[in-house]
């Protein structure tokens, strides 16, 4: 992309997404898990969606200026993960600490100029503040939560930065930007 003009590159529309990664201490059974149900695994770090894929002509600073102005107030936080279950064909690991602030990110972000990006089913229920572990069938949903639950345990991370990223072709995660959270 990059001998592709700059003027040429506004125009192209470009699938980003807006999320945090935690980083923990020791993601071994997480990434085990992951590698055993999650179909991406090989292509995104473990991560909590903020602002779902989204397709737009909007350049990288637009995007960036954009979140700096959504998460202004919002300060670091500790994210504790420990609950895994199962919702619609997917098993997530939900918050015990680190909830409320991963949600308030999320409403942030989508009173702005991501607002058009908000999934039409979250506009007739809560946003379930989650990390994806996995994905299931009603035939082996309560195989994987079993599972799952079996190989993981509690997972702290101090979340300070909000992450941009392009979601490229072949599915591929590349960080576009990194915005830190201001205490």
Known sequence: MNDVPENRLARLHITRSVLI????????????????????CSKIQPHITLVFPFSSAFNAQQIRDAVVSCTEGIHPFHLTLRDVVVKDSFLFMLPCEGRTSVANLFRALHSGLFAPYLPPVLEQEEFMPHMTIGTCTAENAQERLAAARASLGEYT?????VSVEIIGDDSQAIIESEIPLRA
Not at 21 to 40: G, M, W
Not at 157 to 161: E, G, K, N
């Open 21 to 40: 990664f935690p980083h923990f201490e020791d993601s071994t059974a997480v990434d085990q898990v992951r590698s055993r149900f999650d179909p991406a």
């Open 157 to 161: 991370a101090f979340i300070d930065t």
